[in-house]
């Protein structure tokens, strides 16, 4: 009965996703709550996640010329003011700091949201000749927004996350590092954490403040909604401008540079879940598990078999493998579920009639297929089953995007999409703010999602005014 309760307490999904996602959040101890409403703790299976990704991202930053900076965390209130566009977006949430020590401050300083102001202010100060160029930053670090509802890792006042700011000596260079790193990060996605993305530009409504362009990968979750996992923004030259970031340029005139940011946050934990997990519990890929494989022996008290499961652990973690020993004094079946819950994509059985045999089980935790496999070269078999795992995780999500995936050519048809299917729709749009403000309010929070790269002529006209079409959007739901 015990066993059974482990997972029981999870609530499904069908009946409550909200409530399953919290469940999954808590009893794979990923974050915990603090006195500090709204902010989390991240527990040492979430952070473990995180560097992961952070790893993987990082490296794959360098290999494009990127270097990481560190940059203060509060900011002037005049230095934040110097572009309008930009602060003004970001006024609601900014939290702010009028006392240091017992004295108070001549001016306020906010915690950061986001560091395009210091960034600015470090280059204009730092940058002189088109020989300083191009700057190709990036850091980690945490900000804070006061955001009005929260939830582990979708939206928290405080969030860690990667900021890139590049400047460039001209207006193409800026637009090729941003759509660069936009493929960067969709690349990163699918490969590394089997989620399938729609890459795309952002309408001018939804595009980051103060940007000239915003381009982004959208995700869609098992609940159908959709999920933005990561954005990339060009700024032309109006941060430029506006802190008067120049530069000598090769024919002895001073001109602005071109500016980019991007970035990636703790929320792609929650997309991970949201992508992959189940009734049981959190599901991972291998490539970013912090534990690939658990060792559970079976009747672990008769002799050798401790014994024999801690040399299997060894062979693993040799050839390379996150494995562990699951030895708790526990029934296999509590550490099955554990292990489910968990979302270790693998784990190995062994008990006595499995070491006379010289094999043992290996489990996916995908499917739960059960592999009798040999002892001899075992490191390879799980090699090749942790592979697997991680291209059968990315296939099967993006069969399940695409089934929940929608076209619309007429308002009857989209409306009675948006009102009965939960998922993307793709519908042709006249680039009229009024429409996207039309039905974002009469059809219950629908937003475009993206203006996809790939485009798809659908029809002639407006999905919702029957004007001419400008271009194919992707609309939904999002969190």
């Known amino acids: 009965m015990a066993e059974k309760k482990f997972v029981e307490e999870i609530t499904s999904m069908e009946d409550d996703f909200a409530q399953w996602y919290t469940d999954v959040v808590k009893k794979a101890e990923l974050t915990g709550y603090t006195q500090v409403k709204g902010f989390m703790v991240i527990k040492p299976a979430g952070y473990a996640i995180w560097e992961n990704i952070q790893h993987e991202l990082d490296r794959r930053f360098k290999e494009t010329g990127v270097e990481n900076v560190y940059l203060p965390c509060l900011i002037p209130e005049s230095l934040l003011n110097k572009e309008k566009e930009h602060v003004e977006g970001f006024a609601p949430e900014v939290a702010w700091v009028t006392y240091g020590g017992t004295q108070q401050l001549e ?3 906010c915690v950061r949201p986001t560091s395009e102001t210091l960034f600015s202010d470090f ?13 190709l930053y990036n850091q980690w670090c945490s900000v804070v927004r006061w955001e009005k509802t929260t939830r582990p890792f979708l939206r928290s006042r405080e969030f860690l996350w990667q900021e890139g700011h590049t400047i460039h000596a001209t207006a193409k260079e800026a637009e090729d590092r941003t759509t660069q790193m936009l493929n960067l990060y969709a690349d990163f996605l699918e490969q590394f954490l089997a989620i399938p993305v729609v890459r795309g530009q952002k309408t001018e409504k939804e595009k980051f403040a103060g940007a000239v362009a915003t381009y982004t990968v959208e995700a869609l979750m098992h609940d159908g909604k959709a999920l933005q996992c990561g954005t990339s923004h060009n700024f032309g030259d109006g941060f430029a401008r506006a802190y008067g970031i120049q530069f000598v340029d090769k024919d002895n005139t001073q001109k602005y540079v071109y500016q980019t940011s991007w970035g990636m946050t703790t929320r792609l934990i929650g997309a991970i879940i949201m992508v992959h997990g189940d009734n049981s519990g959190l599901k991972l890929p291998p490539l970013v598990a912090p534990v690939q494989v658990m060792v559970i022996p079976v009747q672990q008290k008769k002799e050798g078999v401790l014994d024999k499961a801690e040399e299997l652990k060894r062979v693993l973690t040799s050839a390379g493998i ?12 509590w550490k099955f579920s554990d292990q489910e819950m968990r979302g270790i994509p693998v784990r190995v ?3 006595p009639k499995d070491i006379e045999k010289g094999q043992c089980v290996i489990v996916r935790r995908d499917t739960r297929e059960k592999i009798v496999a040999p002892l001899e070269g075992i490191a390879d078999k799980v090699k090749e089953v942790l592979d697997q795992i991680q291209h059968d995780m990315y296939e099967n999500a993006r069969a399940r995007r695409d089934a929940m995936t929608y076209t619309a050519t007429t308002k009857e048809e989209f409306t009675e999409i948006a009102n009965t299917k939960p998922g993307f729709i793709k519908a042709m749009w006249c680039g009229d703010v009024a429409c996207e403000n039309a039905i974002k309010d009469e059809l219950g929070g629908v937003t475009s999602r993206c203006i996809p790269f790939r485009q798809e002529h659908l029809s002639d006209t407006c999905v919702w005014c029957g004007r001419p079409a400008k271009k194919m959007v992707y609309w939904g739901k999002a969190y």
């Open 123 to 135: 280059y204009a100060k730092d940058v002189h000749s088109y020989r300083d160029l191009p700057r």
């Open 349 to 351: 059985e062994i008990g």
């Open 107 to 109: 001016e306020r300083m």
């Open 322 to 333: 996150r494995a562990r020993l699951d030895d708790a004094d526990k029934s296999p079946g």
